[in-house]
């Protein structure tokens, strides 16, 4: 049963005392305590951790396909599409350029497709039928930290964690981290007994740029005293202030440090309760990454920490030196620092805790923007680079340092693509030489992206690989605005501040101007492109001609900004939904009708093509006198 909060708890609205945890070994016997300084003891049961995989085939034909379609279409853009004259090459090798870009970030993301993990298969404990049985008698300290939740949010996780089941053997104390110094969190926290602590009073260091890791720092430090030796079944749970528990989360995570004394974190993936897989327009299911690319970084024994519900050893943690405080999104860096000291990780493929997703204009931008800024942080900091930890091989520096590629490369592409096909509805200026082979190498390429950036393992993940793409869309600006925020920080010493995502009746409500301003600009302008160029094919410019192709196009980047836009007035509910699906049956229409066009269109070689501007039947009368005096 699920306890409740004891009823008439006193308000104390005086600033309280410093709350320590007690350490790990407070009860074990002076003479039993291993100092940290004594010979150490020659372990020969150390269990070594030998990862296993399967090899997934429709990756390797996927990728395969993807980089042979790749080479063709390179082939056929260099040789085929560049001949824009003199004045507009330079256009058509920066679009090219930008292409490169995104097959780089596809190359990195098909990776995580070609290897599956093995999944261990846990003995039942004889004992206790219908839990797994384990190696060792883990004590999972459980760590909450928050600042200012409400404490109905944070009683929610708590209970949770503290009715979790537990394989036999194993025990738990669970540690409310409390950085707003709350008396009403302390008295309940008392309340609850001696397996639930409170620990409060650090002082925040000013300018502090994470305070969460400051946080948890403060209480491991208190449960691990530097001059004790770490046993290895102590495990640290860390849930996020809303993160609810299921019953089985550690007789499902748990069993997982059983496959090596050098396994130090176990990872489970987010879901949450107020998020509707059908209007998802921010990505908050991120099912792409939850699905598709962690079950592949666990094969790779690549270390994608996610910052809630994921237990790590406590050897692990204290070694590296707790959780970083040189960067906003201490998750990632952490799960650099385990893998640079030789530390392994599983991820569980299975949801065991529900959170709560922000819905408003502002914290969703807020907190994107955070992660951002917190990758960008680390790039920019020669000490703790990815590329330039030997620690490291590699493969482990790519993929450590593709978030912010994949961020840079969005930035990039993003407005590029937004504003090339409004150049050719206004100017008639289109940067390639329509032909066959061009037609034919772009389709098989098409084709080649789709099956490896839409691969699903169930129908219904198509769509929510679909909203992934419109939430990169809308986030190219936030991706600029974090990079360039992160660069001055580093030339002018200044610190960037944690903020965390409010939840509960602490949510922003403050306008969502700031971050809806593009959006509704470009929306504008995109609309007002596709009507101009309805307009030009309605006086005469040809529907088989660019001017088509590129209102299709337009209409097609339209979609995103729409959508937020009609987020941020009229809010979630089924008409949203519905808008939802009619986009994503719109965004794909648009696609395969443009390639349809191009295979159907009159050929346009550069002696057609007078140098990049298409011919005045092929735009229509809007600019004409202009296009007259260019050529």
Known sequence: MIRSAKPGLPEEPAPIAVYAATPFNANTPASSKQPI?????????????????????YGWIAMTFYICAFVFYMYVRIAHSLDLGPGYIWYGIYLLCVEVLGFTTTIIYGLNLLWNPVIEQFPEDPSSPGRPQVRLPYHVRVCVPCYKEDLEILRRTILAAYDALLPAGCSRTIYLCDDGKDPRKRKWCESMGKEVVYVSGRARAPGEMNGKSGNLNNALAQIYPKEYAIPGNEVVCVFDADQVAKRDFFLKTLPYFDAGDDIGMVLSPQCFHNLNLH?????????????????????LGFISCTGTNFLV???????????????????????ME??????????????????????????MYQQRSRWTKGHFQIMFNPKVCPLFQSQLSWGMRILYSSGVWAY????????????IPLLTIWIGVFPLVISRWLTLGLTIYSVATQMVLYYVRHPNHTEALWFAAVANSLLWWTYIKACWRAITAKLFCSVITFKATAKGPGKLENSAFRDLWLPGLSFILLMVSVGVAI?????????????????????YNAIPPYLILHFAIFGRGLHLQFLCKLCFILGWFCGIAALVIMWIIKVYNPREYNGGVAQNEAIGVLFRKIHNDIT
């Open 279 to 299: 209007e998802d327009i921010f990505n908050h299911s991120n099912i792409h990454f939850w699905e598709y690319m962690q079950p592949g970084y666990d094969a």
């Open 338 to 363: 385990l893998k640079k000291f030789g530390w392994h990780c599983r991820y569980v493929q299975e949801y065991l805790a529900i959170g709560e997703a922000p819905h408003e204009v502002r914290n």
């Open 37 to 57: 300084s004594a010979p150490a003891v020659e372990e020969t049961n150390f269990k070594y951790f030998q990862r296993q995989t399967e090899i997934h085939w």
């Open 535 to 555: 307009w030009q094919l309605f006086t005469g410019a040809s529907v088989l001609s660019p001017l088509c192709i590129s209102m299709l196009w337009a209409l």
């Open 408 to 419: 840079m490369c969005a930035a990039i592409s993003t407005p590029t693509f937004i504003i």
């Open 313 to 335: 050893r406590a050897q692990a943690i204290m070694e590296v030196g707790g959780s970083p405080m040189y960067t906003m999104t201490e998750d990632y860096a952490l799960g």
